[in-house]
């Protein structure tokens, strides 16, 4: 089971500005193990942000996104209370849903 | 008269069979579409095949791209970038390392629910260009900023 990812949105004015962190080893199939063998490719490919059960946001990566990759965006026409929900899917099918809910600034 | 006969056989057995591969090709295709994944765009290793994969043509340098990242990252593995598209209509975002073995790092698909903006961490093997390239209104727009690379992060 994938690590949950920590969600950040926070409201400024009526965009919500929000900060993902997924936890994912995002191999490139390139790199050797301590034997020599290769490590075989395994990253996120697909990410999908949603705002109040609306998709604002379809994704598309490859492996050259850094490991524990971090996505920002700012949503529009956010309120506090709202709900950004974040999907991946990874390339062995492997998928994970977190939700936060839009805080007001502080 | 046998021989020739084996020979045709042969012949139409070959053709059979690169007829169900490409058949087989055919559908595969259709299924990285319906997961949403542009499979050739992200496995192409030349930078115009990348941009050719992703539709790209006729590219418009354009100012209201920006890309903010640094212009040394000490390390390859952890390269901070973000695109602000501020124009109007934007459909996508792609960003690309241009000397990466696989240039297309990332596409996104913009929804009119949120601002022209991503930010994200991009693994860079050496020295390059980032380019931006922005889908609005059914036409391509494009932006650079070179990344100085003090230690790869493709290894």
């Not at chain 2, 960003?95 to 860079?124: C, H, Q, W």
Request: proline fraction near 4%; charged fraction near 20%; hydrophobic fraction near 45%.
């Amino acid at each position: 089971m994938a690590e949950p990812m920590k969600i950040r949105a926070t409201l400024k004015g009526d965009v919500a500005d929000v900060r993902i962190l997924m936890l994912h080893p995002m191999e490139t199939g390139q790199r050797k193990d301590a034997k020599g063998e290769i490590v075989p490719v395994h990253f996120i490919k697909n990410v999908v942000v949603m705002h109040n059960g609306k998709i604002v946001l379809d994704a598309q990566w490859s492996q050259a996104i850094s490991r524990n990759p971090f996505l920002g965006i700012h949503v529009k026409g956010a309120k506090a209370g709202d709900k950004i929900s974040v999907k991946w899917t990874d390339n062995k099918g492997e998928t994970r849903t977190d939700e936060t809910t839009v805080a007001a600034p502080s | 008269m046998d021989g020739l006969r084996r020979t045709f056989l042969r012949a139409a057995g070959g053709t059979l069979t690169l007829a169900i591969a490409t058949a087989a090709g055919l559908v595969r295709t259709g299924l990285a579409r319906a997961d949403g994944w542009n499979q050739s765009a992200f496995e192409s290793k030349a930078l115009a095949d990348a941009l050719k994969n992703i539709g790209a043509a006729n590219l418009i340098e354009s100012k209201d791209i920006v890309i903010t990242a640094p212009d040394i990252a000490e390390n390859g593995a952890v390269v901070p970038v973000a695109v602000t598209s501020k124009i109007p209509d934007t459909q996508s975002i792609s960003i690309l390392a241009e000397k990466n073995p696989f240039p297309l790092a990332a596409s996104f698909d913009i929804t009119s629910g949120m601002e022209g903006y991503v930010s994200t961490r991009l693994k860079m093997g050496q020295t390059a260009n980032v380019r931006a390239v922005v889908k609005a209104g059914g036409k391509f727009y494009t932006a650079v900023k070179e990344v100085k690379i003090t230690i790869g992060g493709c290894g």
